[in-house]
Structures are given as structure tokens and as C-alpha cells.
């Protein structure tokens, strides 16, 4: 493998494109980022801004990206290799408006598919997601599970994965598609009423507001850790695992929401108030996923267990609240 590889993360501002960012620039790779900084921030990927090795592209996936490819191949030579993070993440955007949902995450993905085919990129990477499986999927969900998707964000992760697949078919091209569970970590953005519910509670426990338990807390969710789920994504981009197929992506143990809550408040010593509301809308009971896949494709085996991942997550939530603002330049 060629370690000094000119790697593309579209995304890569993001949660979790941003975590894949700090291993593969690690590792040595040149590393181009592509990212409209609509739900990315700069301040994720600071750390490389001026390194000889960073290249940082603002642009837009759902327009003509030729000249920003471009720009890219003039930076650091031919495009090796795509992680293709960069879309409209917000299960609840998605229903609100369809059409937008599909011309990032569908019509934004076959923009990467198209380039990838017409200038011999190795291997693409896309992050799917588990939302692509039916509600009523009994647990624990496999690969062969049941795929009938809950919202048009679904429905688009899957149609991608249908369009790499045709691309692998007619044109060779080679890909795998990692399907998270629920992935958290430092860098979530806790801001929205749509984030995922670790990075919610944790900023309520640390500020001591109140926490809203959905339901009766007693439905569950896989919860994977950010640095392990950007190991896998970089393990199946680098080499030829998992080439050409579709891999869950979570730990495989199923967790309570009362649980979390508990572990929460504990590692935060925080007293913060709990009440519960009715279910969310759509919301569903169980969800945790098989390993079986992961582990003999990918070699996955997550190291991070949920308390340590709380706790580094925990960690961070402070500093996140005096971040300087985006592209000030403030030292953090
Ligand atoms: C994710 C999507 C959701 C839907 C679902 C499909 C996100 C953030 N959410 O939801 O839109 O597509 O996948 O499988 O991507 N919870 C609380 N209190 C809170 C927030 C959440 O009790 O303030 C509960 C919630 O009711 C759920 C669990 O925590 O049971 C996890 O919620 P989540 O939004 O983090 O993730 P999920 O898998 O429900």
C-alpha cells in the first residue's frame, strides 16, 4: 500500500469523516476534504488546516464539483481513494423535505460514483446507516435483514448502496458500505432537537437542565464509539476487506435507555432532574446489531466499551462549549 496515497473524505468536517480524517492523516496520507461546512465545522479538523499533507475544499456536493476536483488533483496528484461521508444527516430534515434529501444523499452520491468511475479511483467507502432496515426488523439485525426503509433519509442511503452495487457491476468499480448503528462521541453536535440522544444528555448532564427519557427508557440501542467506527471505515478503504459488500457496523450489545441515562448522570456527578415524556413518533423499540459480518470481513472488534467511550465523550463536552468560532483562527 502506498502510504503516501492521495485520499478524498467528502464530509470529512463532519462527526465522524472528521475522526477518519485524524487517522488517515496519522498514517501519512495526503488527505483532501470536501465539506460545505453546513452541518461540519472547521474547528473538527483545526488540528490539519496548515499541515502540507491537508487539503480543505468548501464546497457543495450537490453542484459541479469539477473544478474543485480539479483543484484537488493540481494539490496533490490523482485521487486514489473516497470516503464519501458528506450528506444530509438529519432523519427528521429528510420527511420535512424529500426532494432536498435526495439531491444530497442520492444525487450527491452518484456525483462521487461518476467521478470515481471516470478517473479510476481503487475503492470508495460510503457510510449507510441503519436506517435503511424496516422498523419491525426483529433484533438483532443482520445484513440479510429485512431492508424497508422508515423515511426518505433511508430510502436514499439505500437507493446509494443500490448504486454502488450497479457501479461495481457495469463499470467495476469497488466499494464497501458500512451500515452504523448508533454512533457517538466527542464532536456530535449536541445542538439540535435531532441529535443523537448521547450527545443530548451528556450536555444536560454536564449544565445540570433536565433530561427527557422518551417512552419508559426501556428500549434499546447499539451504541458504537466514533474512533471505532472511523477504524473500520479506514480498515475498509485502505485495503481490499469487505470489497464490494455491505457491513453493519455497532458492538453487538444492546443497551437500555434508563441505562445510559444512569451511566450518564454517574460519570458526570451530575443531578440534573429526569422526567419522562410519551414515545417519539417512529421511534423504534430494539435495535442492535449482528457482528458476525464485521468481524470476518473487517476484522472488527470495537475497543471501546460504552462507559470509556462516555467518559472520553464527557471529557469533551466543555471545551466544546468555548471552542473558538469557526475559522477565527483562536487557539482553542
Ligand atoms: C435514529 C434517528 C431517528 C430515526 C431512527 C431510525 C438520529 C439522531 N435519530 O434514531 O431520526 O431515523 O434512527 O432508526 O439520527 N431519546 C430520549 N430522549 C432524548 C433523545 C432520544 O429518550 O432527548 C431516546 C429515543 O426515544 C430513542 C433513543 O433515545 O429511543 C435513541 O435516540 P436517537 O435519536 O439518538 O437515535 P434513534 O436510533 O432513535
Same mark, same amino acid.
Given at each position: 500500500?502506498?502510504?503516501?496515497?492521495h485520499i478524498l473524505v467528502t464530509g470529512g468536517a463532519g462527526?465522524?469523516g472528521s475522526?477518519?480524517v485524524?487517522?488517515l492523516?496519522?498514517?501519512?496520507?495526503r488527505v483532501s476534504v470536501l465539506d460545505n461546512l453546513s452541518?461540519g465545522?472547521l474547528?473538527n479538523i483545526e488540528?490539519w488546516i496548515d499541515h502540507?499533507r491537508f487539503n480543505f475544499v468548501d464546497a457543495d456536493i450537490t453542484t459541479d464539483l469539477t473544478a474543485a476536483f480539479a483543484g484537488m488533483v493540481r494539490r496533490f496528484g490523482?485521487i486514489?481513494?473516497i470516503a464519501h461521508f458528506a %450528506?444530509? /444527516?438529519?432523519? !427528521? #430534515?429528510?420527511?420535512? @423535505?424529500?426532494?432536498?434529501?435526495?439531491?444530497?444523499?442520492?444525487?450527491g $452520491?452518484?456525483r462521487i460514483?461518476?467521478y470515481?468511475?471516470?478517473?479510476?479511483?481503487?475503492?470508495?467507502?460510503?457510510?449507510?446507516?441503519?436506517?435503511?432496515?424496516?422498523?419491525?426488523?426483529?433484533?438483532?439485525?443482520?445484513?440479510?435483514?429485512?431492508?424497508?426503509?422508515?423515511?426518505?433519509?433511508?430510502?436514499?442511503?439505500?437507493?446509494?448502496?443500490?448504486?454502488?452495487?450497479?457501479?461495481?457491476?457495469?463499470?467495476?468499480?469497488?466499494?464497501?458500505?458500512?451500515?452504523?448503528?448508533?454512533?457517538?462521541?466527542?464532536?456530535?453536535?449536541?445542538?439540535?432537537?435531532?441529535?443523537?440522544?448521547?450527545?443530548?444528555?451528556?450536555?444536560? %448532564?454536564? /449544565?445540570?437542565? !433536565? #433530561?427527557?427519557?422518551? @417512552?419508559?427508557?426501556?428500549?434499546?440501542?447499539?451504541?458504537?464509539?466514533? $474512533?471505532?467506527?472511523?477504524?473500520?471505515?479506514?480498515?475498509?478503504?485502505?485495503?481490499?476487506?469487505?470489497?464490494?459488500?455491505?457491513?453493519?457496523?455497532?458492538?453487538?450489545?444492546?443497551?437500555?435507555?434508563?441505562?445510559?441515562?444512569?451511566?450518564?448522570?454517574?460519570?458526570?456527578?451530575?443531578?440534573?432532574?429526569?422526567?419522562?415524556?410519551?414515545?417519539?413518533?417512529?421511534?423504534?423499540?430494539?435495535?442492535?446489531?449482528?457482528?458476525?459480518?464485521?468481524?470476518?470481513?473487517?476484522?472488527?472488534?470495537?475497543?471501546?466499551?460504552?462507559?470509556?467511550?462516555?467518559?472520553?465523550?464527557?471529557?469533551?463536552?466543555?471545551?466544546?462549549?468555548?471552542?473558538?468560532?469557526a475559522g477565527?483562527?483562536?487557539?482553542?
Amino acid at each position: 500500500m502506498n502510504t503516501k496515497a492521495h485520499i478524498l473524505v467528502t464530509g470529512g468536517a463532519g462527526f465522524i469523516g472528521s475522526h477518519t480524517v485524524d487517522l488517515l492523516m496519522h498514517a501519512g496520507y495526503r488527505v483532501s476534504v470536501l465539506d460545505n461546512l453546513s452541518t461540519g465545522y472547521l474547528t473538527n479538523i483545526e488540528q490539519w488546516i496548515d499541515h502540507p499533507r491537508f487539503n480543505f475544499v468548501d464546497a457543495d456536493i450537490t453542484t459541479d464539483l469539477t473544478a474543485a476536483f480539479a483543484g484537488m488533483v493540481r494539490r496533490f496528484g490523482r485521487i486514489e481513494r473516497i470516503a464519501h461521508f458528506a %450528506a444530509q /444527516t438529519a432523519v !427528521p #430534515i429528510s420527511m420535512d @423535505d424529500p426532494v432536498g434529501d435526495i439531491q444530497t444523499n442520492l444525487a450527491g $452520491t452518484a456525483r462521487i460514483l461518476e467521478y470515481a468511475r471516470h478517473n479510476k479511483v481503487a475503492k470508495v467507502f460510503f457510510a449507510s446507516s441503519s436506517a435503511v432496515y424496516d422498523d419491525d426488523a426483529p433484533v438483532p439485525v443482520s445484513e440479510e435483514s429485512r431492508a424497508r426503509p422508515t423515511s426518505p433519509y433511508g430510502i436514499d442511503k439505500l437507493a446509494a448502496e443500490f448504486y454502488l452495487d450497479y457501479y461495481a457491476r457495469l463499470y467495476g468499480l469497488t466499494f464497501t458500505a458500512l451500515r452504523f448503528m448508533n454512533v457517538f462521541g466527542p464532536r456530535q453536535d449536541p445542538k439540535s432537537w435531532y441529535s443523537g440522544v448521547i450527545s443530548i444528555f451528556l450536555e444536560r %448532564a454536564v /449544565t445540570g437542565q !433536565p #433530561i427527557t427519557i422518551f @417512552d419508559d427508557g426501556n428500549q434499546t440501542r447499539d451504541f458504537v464509539y466514533v $474512533t471505532d467506527v472511523a477504524e473500520a471505515v479506514v480498515r475498509a478503504l485502505l485495503s481490499d476487506a469487505g470489497n464490494n459488500a455491505i457491513i453493519n457496523i455497532g458492538t453487538g450489545v444492546e443497551v437500555t435507555i434508563n441505562a445510559l441515562t444512569h451511566t450518564i448522570l454517574e460519570l458526570a456527578g451530575s443531578a440534573s432532574p429526569v422526567r419522562h415524556e410519551p414515545a417519539r413518533a417512529g421511534d423504534i423499540r430494539r435495535s442492535v446489531t449482528t457482528m458476525d459480518r464485521a468481524v470476518a470481513l473487517l476484522n472488527f472488534n470495537p475497543r471501546v466499551e460504552l462507559r470509556e467511550g462516555l467518559h472520553a465523550t464527557l471529557a469533551w463536552v466543555p471545551q466544546e462549549k468555548t471552542k473558538p468560532v469557526a475559522g477565527s483562527g483562536a487557539a482553542a
